[in-house]
């Protein structure tokens, strides 16, 4: 990544730079478009390019562009495993709660992506069924009901206990 992506990463992280003064510096003043950032996207998840992807997931993050925009890319990297960035996605796709969402997050919930083999907790997952309570329509319930049934008993335990705060178990 760039110096100047980084130093200004690391600024904003520790507090020593707020939001707008970022966007300023690292836009050199002009305002940013969101279809700059799904353009950039996508052609990250062409190339599969794994240092774009997370400088793309970064930047949308603190400039807070309407995600919504961006959920058939986020979908669609949720299934890949070629990269390392699964569990900021999950926790974005909750932020936006969007029904159209519950399917691939329903799928993704049970993967088991070679580098997070250390996480004996399924943290992924967890990120995953969270975001389907919070969604909370009827297909997420239902999908939250199925994963309560999980031969993964961690899994199975995640569900159930979104289900028990939605009142339905």
């Not at 990544?1 to 707020?18: C, E, H, N, T, V």
């Not at 960035?85 to 974005?92: D, L, P, R, Y």
């Not at 329903?106 to 969604?135: G, M, N, P, V």
Request: aromatic share 12%; hydrophobic share 35%.
């Amino acid at each position: 990544m760039d110096q100047k992506y980084q130093s200004l990463i690391r600024l904003f992280a520790i507090g020593k730079l707020g939001k707008k003064d970022f966007v300023s510096e690292y836009f050199e003043g002009k305002t940013p478009e969101s279809t700059h950032f799904l353009e950039s996207l996508e052609s990250a998840i062409k190339e599969k390019n794994v240092e774009l992807i997370e400088k793309n997931l970064a930047l949308i993050s603190i400039i807070g562009f309407d995600e919504k925009i961006f959920i058939k890319q986020l979908c669609e990297l949720l299934q890949e495993d070629w990269h390392y960035s699964h569990e900021v996605i999950a926790m974005g796709l909750k932020e936006i709660k969007d029904p159209s969402t519950v399917d691939c997050l329903y799928s993704s919930s049970e993967k088991q992506f070679e580098y997070l083999d250390y996480d004996d907790t399924f943290q992924f997952a967890r990120k995953c069924i969270k975001a389907l309570s919070e969604i909370a329509d009827e297909n997420a319930i239902d999908k939250l009901f199925k994963l309560a049934e999980s031969n993964n008993y961690i899994i199975a335990e995640y569900a159930k206990k979104e289900l028990r705060y939605k009142g339905r178990l």
